[in-house]
C-alpha cells in the first residue's frame, strides 16, 4: 500500500503543476510580485528623496561660505532635481495603483527633468547650441503631452458646464 500511494504521488503532482501554470492564479502571482518589487521601489525613491531634502538642506551652507548666486544656484537645480523624483515617484504610484503607466505622467516626469536640465546649463553658462537642442526637446516633449492628453482614448466625456460657470468659461465669448 505505502509503494502504491508513493508511485501514485509523482503522477498526480504533474498534472497539477500543469494546471497550476495553466490557470489565472498565475497572474495572481505575476501581479503579487511586481506589487512586492513596486513597493520596494518605492521605498527606494523615498529614502532618495528624503536623503536629496537632507543634502539640499545642508547644501544652504553654501549661502554662508560661497557666492549667494552659487548657493542659490545650487539650492534651485536640487530642489528641480527633488521635484523631478518626485514625479517618478508619482509615476511610480500610478503604475502601483492603476497596473499601468499614462504617457502623460512619463512626458511630465521627462519634462521636469529636461526643464530641470535647461535651468542647470543656464546657470552654469551652458553652450548656446546645448541649450538650443534642449529647448527643440522641451518643445516636442510639449507637444507630446498636448497630442496625449487631446486624444486620450481614456478621456470620458466631459460634461455640460454647469449654470453658473457658463457665463464665466463660456467659449462664445
Same mark, same amino acid.
Given at each position: 500500500?505505502?509503494?502504491?500511494?508513493?508511485?501514485?504521488?509523482?503522477? /498526480?503532482?504533474?498534472?497539477?503543476?500543469?494546471?497550476?501554470?495553466?490557470?489565472?492564479?498565475?497572474? /495572481?502571482?505575476?501581479?503579487?510580485?511586481?506589487? =512586492?518589487? #513596486?513597493?520596494?521601489?518605492?521605498?527606494?525613491?523615498?529614502?532618495?528623496?528624503?536623503?536629496?531634502?537632507?543634502?539640499?538642506?545642508?547644501?544652504?551652507?553654501?549661502?554662508?561660505?560661497?557666492?549667494?548666486?552659487?548657493?542659490?544656484?545650487?539650492?534651485?537645480?536640487?530642489?528641480?532635481? $527633488?521635484?523631478?523624483?518626485?514625479?517618478?515617484?508619482?509615476?511610480? $504610484?500610478?503604475?502601483?495603483?492603476?497596473?499601468?503607466?499614462?504617457?502623460?505622467?512619463?512626458? @511630465?516626469?521627462?519634462?521636469?527633468?529636461?526643464?530641470?536640465?535647461?535651468?542647470?546649463?543656464?546657470?552654469?553658462?551652458? @553652450?548656446?547650441?546645448? /541649450? =538650443?537642442?534642449?529647448?527643440?526637446? $522641451?518643445?516636442?516633449?510639449? /507637444?507630446?503631452?498636448?497630442?496625449?492628453?487631446?486624444?486620450?482614448?481614456?478621456?470620458?466625456?466631459?460634461?455640460?458646464?454647469?449654470?453658473?460657470?457658463?457665463?464665466?468659461?463660456?467659449?462664445? #465669448?
Amino acid at each position: 500500500m505505502i509503494g502504491s500511494v508513493a508511485s501514485a504521488e509523482p503522477r /498526480l503532482r504533474l498534472p497539477r503543476l500543469r494546471q497550476i501554470f495553466a490557470s489565472p492564479d498565475l497572474t /495572481l502571482l505575476w501581479e503579487k510580485g511586481t506589487q =512586492a518589487v #513596486l513597493s520596494l521601489l518605492i521605498v527606494t525613491i523615498l529614502v532618495g528623496l528624503a536623503g536629496g531634502v537632507v543634502k539640499t538642506f545642508l547644501g544652504l551652507r553654501l549661502l554662508l561660505t560661497a557666492d549667494i548666486d552659487l548657493g542659490l544656484r545650487h539650492l534651485i537645480v536640487n530642489t528641480l532635481m $527633488l521635484l523631478a523624483v518626485v514625479e517618478v515617484l508619482k509615476t511610480t $504610484l500610478a503604475y502601483f495603483s492603476e497596473g499601468r503607466v499614462r504617457v502623460t505622467f512619463i512626458v @511630465d516626469t521627462v519634462l521636469v527633468v529636461m526643464l530641470t536640465e535647461v535651468i542647470s546649463q543656464w546657470f552654469t553658462g551652458g @553652450d548656446w547650441q546645448k /541649450l =538650443a537642442i534642449l529647448a527643440v526637446i $522641451l518643445v516636442t516633449l510639449g /507637444l507630446i503631452r498636448v497630442v496625449a492628453v487631446r486624444f486620450s482614448p481614456a478621456q470620458p466625456a466631459s460634461p455640460a458646464p454647469s449654470a453658473t460657470l457658463a457665463p464665466i468659461f463660456s467659449s462664445t #465669448l
